[in-house]
């Protein structure tokens, strides 16, 4: 068996690997499989080298078991060491990866629990993240097209839909960021990072309290000044990353001139003016997007990011708009038409 192992890590530290040979008793699947020992085997076989400021860790490892088994890659996570944040991360994704199950949602093939290694092993998934290929494209790269954007926010937004109205108790993910979603070789859509994830309010409650976690930028505000979650702030983190998706600009980018750092605060005004939503269009798409469809999907980010949480759409009502904005059946139009429509 070949494994090819691509591991993204918070510490740059580098594993032993005598520390993960003796860690094969506490090495676990999370569903049953045909290669029982594949997991422990991966644990095993893993080596590391450190990955520059980013810390990101890729290693390699290469696994003869008789050439029965076909090659195999898969994604390695190594949580923080110390502190207890990673090891309530490491439970939380762990607990939620093993009870639920969506096209849209990382697939957890194990973890490995040994001292205070804390280790999540999940399909490797082909294209990176949507940061990877909407915020952080090299030059060379082919930016992704409009239906392909709309694809993506489709699918992302079924995974939150699974989680709010599907399981049970529902799950407020909390931490939907470009990064946090993943995208297979076809670029499917799967939610990952699930060590923030909350169960949602049972009973009477509407709301749960919580400490504020998640990341600037994509908070919804209530949630940032009353830490009271619902299933509406992650609506309102899906209209953030919705609109990174459009413009292709960054929820915070402090590269940009101050009125433009923030990217809901800059496009706000853009959307009481049917007028200047071409203006919120990612110049990599060269104008090639339906202008109707443009439209639409503005209205839809704006409605998901008003201020007032109860006024946000649900996220199933979402899905509805999105499925019908992912179908390519308007013309793709160019710009002149663009600023003839308008
Ligand atoms: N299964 C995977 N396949 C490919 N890349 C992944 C996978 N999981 C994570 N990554 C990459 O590593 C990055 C960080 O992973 P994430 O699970 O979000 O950890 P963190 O806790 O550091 O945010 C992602 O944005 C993505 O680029
Ligand atoms: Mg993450």
Known sequence: MRILSCCRMKRTDTMRKSSLKTSKSSVHETKPSKNADALSTIARSISMNTGGTKQRIMAEDVLRNGGRVPAEVVAVKQLDRNGVQGNREFLAEVLTLSLVHHTNLVNLIGYCADGRQRILVYDY???????????????????????????????????????????????????????????????????????LAKLGPTGEQDHVSTRVMGTYGYCAPEYAKTGKLTTKS????????????????????????????????????????RRKFTLLADPLLEGKYPVKGLFQAVAVAAMCLQEEASTRPLIGDVVTALEYLAMATDEVTSEADTAQDD
Request: glycine share 6%.
């Open 234 to 273: 992650d609506v309102y983190s899906f209209g953030v990353v919705f609109l990174e998706i459009i413009t292709g600009r960054r929820a915070i980018d402090s590269t940009k001139p101050p009125e433009e750092e923030n990217l809901v605060d800059w496009a706000t005004p853009l959307f009481k003016n």
């Open 125 to 195: 998934m082909q294209n990176g993240s949507l940061e990877d290929q909407l915020l952080d494209l090299p030059l060379n790269k082919k930016p992704l097209d409009w239906y392909t954007r709309m694809q993506i926010a489709k699918g992302a937004a079924q995974g939150l839909e699974y989680l709010h109205d599907t399981a049970n108790p529902p799950i407020i993910f909390r931490d939907f960021k470009a990064s946090n979603i993943l995208l297979d070789e076809n670029f499917n859509p799967k939610l990952s990072d699930f060590g």
